[in-house]
């Protein structure tokens, strides 16, 4: 696997609609999703069993996202750089009205061979405009696993940690984590 030079800027894709996913596009994405989870990535996928990880495993959850795609609802953001997935994200809006004014972030991921690139930092830099100015989202949420050092990462992007779920997530036997709580008002 080739390891890319630093990225200046990556270019940005969303995607709002099933029928816009293409399936070259959708393989990248999910071989991607395995990359990452294998790797250790936090974007293990809720109904699929720990890593290792199969695109068989992944790909059925992700078909699932991508069947729940809605301008207004549910739009995966994708980063490219020279051409080549470097990450992507999901950013939905729940339709309850006491809370459709606040958007959720999941499955943040950078590629493995863009790593400490800049792409992490750049898709939620994006996804702040993206909720704001496209989707009318006032504040955005997201729950990243402890342990990995991720609550600094976001905290440095301007999110707020608002709570914690101290042992909700199990890592493995005895690797109980926190399940962080962060919100970003936009």
Not at 21 to 27: A, F, G, S, W
Not at 33 to 62: E, Q, R
Not at 138 to 148: A, K, V
Request: hydrophobic share 40%; with cysteine; charged share 25%.
């Amino acid at each position: 696997m080739a390891v890319h030079k630093a990225v200046r800027s990556p270019e940005f894709t969303q995607i709002t609609r099933p029928h816009e996913l293409t399936h070259d596009l959708r393989q990248e994405l999910v071989d991607c999703w395995v990359t990452v989870s294998n790797a250790g990535g936090a974007v293990i996928p809720h109904g699929v069993a720990l890593p290792p990880v199969t695109p068989k495993d992944v790909g059925t959850v992700f078909d699932q996202i991508v069947d729940a795609l809605d301008p207004q609802r549910s739009r995966l953001l994708v980063a490219t750089a020279e051409g080549v997935l470097a990450g992507w994200l999901l950013l939905r809006r729940d339709p309850h009205p006491l809370i459709a004014h606040c958007g959720v972030v999941n499955h943040v991921q950078s590629h493995t061979r863009f790593r400490r690139q800049g792409i992490g930092a750049a898709l939620m830099r994006r996804v702040r405009g993206v909720a704001r100015d496209e989707m009318g989202l006032e504040r955005l949420g997201l729950t990243p696993r402890s342990g990995l050092g991720l609550e600094d990462f976001y905290r440095k992007l301007g999110w707020v940690e608002v709570g914690r779920w101290p042992g909700a997530l199990w890592v493995a036997p005895g690797d109980d984590r926190d399940e962080i709580l962060m919100s970003l008002v936009l």
